[in-house]
């Protein structure tokens, strides 16, 4: 009877923290995100042109973290309906 409680209770606490891990690493990758495309628009409306291929460059790392923007604003609505 005790291991079952502690086991429930260790599984609890143990989603308990994943979850909230989860929600900080998403609100960092959008931050991530939103900095990088203001870089970006910097960047690209630069006549310099280093500026404007560091500009281009910035699409290798936007790319996948607006994948992963989308996938959380997904899971959000899906946990809304």
Known sequence: MLTTI???????????VAASQAAVFGAIGVV???????AKELLSA???EK??????ITS???NPLLFA???IVAVKV???L
């Open 32 to 38: 991530v995100l939103i900095a990088l495309l203001i």
């Open 6 to 16: 502690t086991t429930t209770t260790t599984t609890t606490t143990t989603t308990v």
């Open 60 to 62: 290798v790392a936007i």
């Open 69 to 71: 923007f989308l996938c």
């Open 46 to 48: 630069s006549e310099n």
């Open 51 to 56: 500026a404007m291929l560091l500009g281009r």
């Open 78 to 80: 899906l946990e809304v």
